[in-house]
């Protein structure tokens, strides 16, 4: 199977890590909508030209990031990485739809801000934006664990989808997210940053 879709779209990006982590092999295809020959390429799979597809041996295009998510732990024997392993698994889906929450409210600003031509910039939702995505990320620090992963001695979606989003932030929104207190996430993202997974994955 192929994986299509730069590391630096956070939603492609928890992908493959997912991917990586579960051993299941695939080929990493980095392709960037903004790339005229890119695009071609991902609308012949996805009419939405959206990142990630995940495009299967027999042709069938899996699209949206939680869809695929869905689809690999469905052919995935084995521990889940959306089990808490202290058997708290609504409290992991919680915060984790945060963590997806930050990616969508951070991806608009960033579109906003850097994509959008100056002059139809909408100035006060893009205030908006970053507010959201601020006072949600202090919500997974308050959720966050004292020490160690969310995951405890092995990662779960939530450790990977920590290093996702501050990479994605230290990119596009460095100023804003140096505004806020994330001590305990801060400690998880230097944990795994050293992950070889991780590492992998790091966008160019």
């Not at 909508?33 to 071609?40: A, K, L, P, T, Y």
């Not at 579109?111 to 507010?131: A, G, M």
């Not at 779960?156 to 929104?173: E, G, P, S």
Request: proline share 4%; with cysteine.
């Amino acid at each position: 199977m192929k994986l299509l879709g730069r590391f630096l779209s956070p939603y492609t990006r928890i992908v493959a890590l997912c991917l990586r982590h579960y051993g299941i092999a695939h080929e990493q295809r980095q392709l960037a909508i903004v790339n005229d020959e890119h695009r071609q390429e991902i609308e012949s799979h996805n009419s939405l030209v959206r990142v990630p597809v995940l495009v299967l041996d027999n042709g069938t295009s899996i699209v949206e990031s939680e869809v695929i998510l869905k689809y690999i732990e469905s052919i995935h024997d084995g521990p889940s990485l959306f089990a808490d392993s202290h058997g708290n698994d609504a409290q992991l889906l919680a915060l984790y739809g945060r963590a997806k929450g930050i990616m969508d409210r951070a991806v608009a600003a960033f579109y906003e801000s850097s994509r959008r031509p100056e002059e139809f910039r909408w100035n006060e939702q893009l205030e908006k934006l970053d507010r959201d995505w601020c006072a949600c990320l202090s919500d997974l620090e308050a959720g966050a664990p004292e020490e160690g992963l969310f995951g405890g001695s092995q990662p779960n979606i939530m450790d990977y989808a920590t290093v996702v989003v501050l990479d994605f932030l230290k990119i596009t929104r460095p100023t804003h997210l140096a505004q806020v207190s994330i001590p305990k996430l801060n400690n998880i993202y230097v944990q795994m940053s050293e992950h070889q997974h991780v590492i992998e994955t790091r966008p160019a």
